[in-house]
């Protein structure tokens, strides 16, 4: 089993900044891809971005292009969510989640996920 867990999250003006972090623990090896979802009150869970697990490569959806940043640290087995220029319609539960093998932008194909963290954005 693998567990995750999130922090970071909270309450920043429209313009503003935060940084979250997802630390694995467990059977995790950095043989696992791992991804930001979030999930705004009636709306589906979404994609937000991912990252390979050997290569490091990184996928983002569209509406966190040029914003968001994703990255992790092997060491710490912790993977992080910079997240500037935020808006109002970021505020949401970010979930961190994990998968073995290649990064996937479906839910559905991860295994692992952590309780998930709240940002919400003021305008």
């Known amino acids: 089993q693998v567990q995750l867990g999130e922090s970071g999250g909270g309450l920043v003006q429209a313009g503003g900044s935060l940084r979250l972090a997802c630390a694995a623990s467990?059977?995790?090896?950095?043989?696992?891809?791992m991804a930001w979802f979030r999930q705004a009150p009636g709306k589906e869970r979404e994609f937000v971005a991912a990252?390979?697990?050997?290569?490091?490569?990184?996928v983002y959806a569209n509406s966190v292009k040029g914003r968001f940043t994703i990255s992790k640290d092997n060491a710490k087995n912790t993977v992080y969510l910079q997240m500037n220029s935020l808006e109002p319609e970021d505020t949401a539960v970010y979930y961190c989640?994990?998968?073995?093998?290649?990064?996937?932008?479906?839910?559905?194909?991860?295994?692992?996920w952590g309780q998930g963290t709240q940002v919400t954005v003021s305008s």
């Open positions: 989640a994990a998968k073995l093998g290649n990064v996937r932008v479906v839910s559905l194909q991860y295994n692992y």
């Open positions: 467990g059977r995790f090896s950095s043989n696992y891809a």
């Open positions: 990252i390979g697990s050997t290569n490091g490569n990184t």
